[in-house]
């Protein structure tokens, strides 16, 4: 039969939409699925504040009566207008081992995105820098996190052959956790402490968090202003992230280094892995989703997922990150983590690769975003 491509124009619609990822995946062992209610806020025009500046749309295709891959499309007119440029993004997208189905939905994004005056199409990528970026080109059999998508090989082959070529990679490392902080940090670490005047902040509460909740995302937008396809969080969308994570963090595990007036310069949010517990709860927090997630953050876990570490950028190239990698080392040797996975690190972004130096790496996986031009 022939495939039939419809577009997403309501709730029960979104529902399918995020839930085919999860059923696409269900036996594969490598696969982390989000959690439904947080994928379908995401999407939603009434709940994302991204939409005061983005524009979406969302196919599914059909065949044989039954969902056969999904696409989402989507213009960040705030990132057009950053990077000069007039580009569609095309995001959350699965399908089936069939051309068919691929080539017809990338063309219903293709068609829409002409429509809209747009001169090509990138991605996978999200409506901002902290939805999913990027297709997994080289890992397939590694686990994959919270921060990141899975895909399955024959992605990468169904793209290219569309006519997508390569704009950008990510590489995604595994690093061992030191028994101990490297004397390279730790002389360091005193050096810049003194030089400057820093101290390192920790939290043991909420309530002590939130007076720099809203400057640690501000930070983000400085210190990631340079790097592929970023858009600018807004106030609403600080106040949205802040609501969504600040909550969840488990509080041990995040660093601030401030200078004397009391300044965020430097910042590192990092969490226990949570891609097994993720696995098991299916998608949602009821019935039982909510307590494997609680066991993970603080039962035992031998990996630690570091997902921001940014430094003001008057403050880069001298030596801030040894504070806290010292402070953080110290934590995770007290917990018992024994790796570390760094998430997606853009291949040209050397600054932040060099840091990992010293310490025992695997380069595990790469992720690519793709580019057509119309």
């Known amino acids: 039969m022939a495939v039939t491509i419809t577009e997403v124009t309501n709730r029960f619609a979104l529902k399918k939409f995020v839930k085919f990822n999860i059923k696409l995946y269900k036996d594969n062992p490598y696969h982390v699925p989000g959690l439904v209610g947080d994928e379908i806020m995401t999407l939603s025009r009434k709940k994302n504040p991204a939409f005061d500046f983005c524009e979406s749309v969302y196919f599914l295709a059909y065949k044989d009566g039954k969902i056969a891959g999904r696409i989402a499309g989507i213009i960040n007119h705030r990132a057009n207008e950053t990077w000069s440029q007039q580009y569609a993004r095309f995001g959350f997208v699965d399908f089936v081992d069939d051309e068919e189905v691929s080539s017809a939905l990338f063309k219903s994004v293709e068609n829409w995105a002409i429509a ?55 590489k995604e490392f595994l690093i061992t956790v030191p028994n101990g902080i490297p004397e390279k940090y730790q002389r360091i670490a005193d050096i810049v402490r003194q030089k400057y005047g820093l101290k390192i902040k920790k939290f043991r509460n909420t309530r002590e968090i939130w007076p720099y909740a809203g400057k640690i995302f501000e930070l983000w937008n400085v210190a990631y202003r340079p790097l592929y396809g970023f858009s600018e969080l807004s106030p609403k969308q600080i106040e949205y992230y802040i609501k969504m994570y600040i909550p969840m963090l488990r509080l041990d595990l995040v660093t601030l280094i401030l200078d004397n007036n009391d300044n965020i310069i430097g910042v590192a949010i990092t969490l226990p892995s949570l891609s097994k517990a993720l696995k098991k709860a299916r998608g949602y ?18 990996v630690v997922d570091l997902y921001i570490i940014g430094i003001r950028p008057e403050y880069q190239n001298k030596g801030v990150n040894s504070l806290i990698f010292n402070d953080l080392i110290t934590t995770y040797n007290k917990i018992g983590y024994l790796y570390a996975e760094s998430n997606p690190e853009l291949e040209t972004n050397l600054k932040v690769q060099s840091q990992w ?10 992720r690519r975003a793709y580019i057509k031009h119309l």
């Open 285 to 302: 927090l009821l019935p039982l989703g909510w307590i494997y997630l609680l066991k993970a953050l603080y039962g035992k876990n031998k």
């Open 116 to 170: 809209k005056g747009m001169k090509g199409v990138q991605g996978p990528l999200g409506f901002t820098d902290l939805d999913h970026e990027g297709l997994l080109v080289w890992g397939f059999d590694r686990l994959a996190t919270m921060a990141t998508s899975y895909s399955f090989p024959y992605y990468k082959e169904h793209i290219e052959n569309l006519g997508y070529a390569k704009d950008q990679d990510w």
């Open 357 to 366: 130096e010293s310490f025992k790496r695997e380069h595990h996986k790469t």
